[in-house]
């Protein structure tokens, strides 16, 4: 029986530049690069260090020094060009230069139902497909020696221009449903699986699911809102989340003995000009999905608006990114931006723009903040966008000042950065409210563990 969640607060952010519904195959890239800042709390040990070795298809690359069973694999076949580090020589970046074909790593075929639960988890770690996972508490790589109370998937995307997490699966059913039955075999409790309530799609007939049908705007589509209506964490409980996508990999390695780390790239925003999903593979060259832009005008985001990472053209997509998010650059001042009802062609949650008469109307959005950071007052407007039991500013007040009992006892345990993008954007005192709750969950892991 399914789970009906309708959530009120929030935003529905209806932005020009939609990908339409066409999906063709990328230009093949020339590197790949992994990198390791797209696992937060993961510090890598390198397994193949010499520059120029021969590398084969799912061949593990890196793990995580504090839990040597989650290891990063490559992408594709071909040599290690270079590892890129910063200071103090942490890496920053891995670089793969790719064969014209690719050699794969051979694995065994396992049916997930028929499987120890022991054995499948090892053989999915294994085969690097363990880095998907993340963990809540704190929003860090799953460690395999756990077994998490439930896992959850949201295949409901709400954030603005989100890929269509049904049209991106429509050709890999069977991979996605074998990738599910795993997944009940890593958990004593539940694998819950987040639908648009509103909509047709297949999503709604997997088996071996608890569905949660969830309608409203943005942020009903991120697991911790799903989380925390259905199965709350506690102190001390662990929960899995993982993307829907990845899941379909899991099943893909486990019919096949192969590790496929296709990745279905959904281009968007005011400023794409070929806006429509791209094939390719995890670690890819922007430049081999979009043309190069001018970055002075223009904004590469890696990922959603909301999440995503300022790329610029040479750089690679992130790991998790099935976006790619391009929106005009805000390098212009807003004379006299404070008086309401003056720029009317803005998006305004707070009606001092007439805008709010439009209706459906999509708009462009620059990057500009139009102020700097300001004092933190209460005016409201975080609770507006949080449908979340817990109260935002005071939250942010408790890991700005360190407060570990506070933030306890407001609910730390539950949130993670990507709750809080709705409060970055609506948030008048210009507070980086992810980076703050990035910062107390971090002090959470240290202090608390």
């Known amino acids: ?21 066409i ?53 594709v076949s071909g040599k290690l060009k270079t590892i890129e580090r910063g200071a103090r020589r942490r890496i920053l970046r891995v670089i793969i230069e790719a064969d014209d074909e690719f050699e794969y790593v051979s694995h065994d075929k396992l049916d997930p139902l028929k499987t120890d639960a022991d054995k499948l988890k090892n053989h999915i770690f294994e085969a690097g497909c363990g880095a998907f996972f993340k963990q809540r508490l704190y929003d860090i790589p799953a460690n395999a020696d756990d077994t998490p109370k439930a896992i959850y998937i949201s295949a409901f995307n709400t954030t603005p221009l989100g890929a269509d997490f049904e049209f991106i699966l429509k050709d890999k059913k069977e991979h996605f449903q074998n990738g599910i039955n795993a997944l009940t075999k890593l958990t004593d409790g ?10 047709k799609s297949f ?61 279905t790239i959904a281009v968007c925003g005011s400023d794409a000009v070929d806006r429509q999903y791209f094939t390719t593979l995890i670690g890819a060259e922007i430049n081999s999905i979009i043309e190069e832009v001018d970055t002075n ?99 942010l007040k408790a890991c700005m000042t360190g407060d570990i009992d506070k933030m306890e006892n407001l609910g730390i345990y539950e949130v993670v950065p990507e709750d809080f993008a709705l409060v970055d954007y609506v948030n008048t005192s210009k507070v980086e409210a992810q980076e703050v709750i990035r910062q107390g969950l971090d002090l959470m892991l240290t202090e608390v563990g």
């Open 1 to 21: 029986m399914a789970i009906d969640i309708k959530v009120k607060r929030g935003l529905k952010l209806r932005l020009k530049g939609e990908a339409e519904k």
């Open 23 to 75: 999906k063709s195959p990328a230009l093949k890239s020339k590197t790949y690069a992994l990198i390791p800042d797209n696992f937060h709390g993961l510090v890598p040990k390198m397994l193949i260090k010499k520059e120029g070795t021969p590398i084969k298809a799912g061949e593990a690359l890196f793990y995580s020094k504090y839990n040597e069973k989650t290891k990063v694999v490559s992408p």
């Open 190 to 199: 539940k694998v819950y699986l987040g639908v648009d309530r509103n909509a």
């Open 203 to 263: 999503l709604h007939d997997t088996e071996n699911v608890e569905l949660i049908r969830v309608s409203g705007p943005h942020p009903a589509g991120n697991v911790g809102v799903q989380i925390q209506k259905t199965n709350p964490i506690n102190k001390g409980e662990k929960v899995w989340t993982i993307r829907p996508e990845d899941v379909a990999i899991i099943g893909e390695l486990l019919s096949t003995g192969k590790f496929n780390a296709e990745r």
């Open 297 to 395: 005008k223009t904004r590469i985001i890696s990922g959603d608006v909301f999440t995503g990472d300022k790329a610029e053209n040479g750089d690679h997509i992130n790991f998790f990114a099935n976006e790619i998010t391009l929106i005009p650059e805000g390098n212009h001042y807003r004379m006299f931006g404070w008086l309401p009802f003056k720029d009317n062609y803005i998006p305004s949650m707070s009606n001092t723009s007439l805008s709010r008469l439009s209706g459906h109307k999509e708009y462009v959005v620059d990057t500009n903040l139009n102020g700097e950071e300001r004092a933190l007052v209460v005016t409201s407007e975080m609770e507006k966008v949080m449908p979340m039991d817990i109260m935002p500013m005071q939250l």
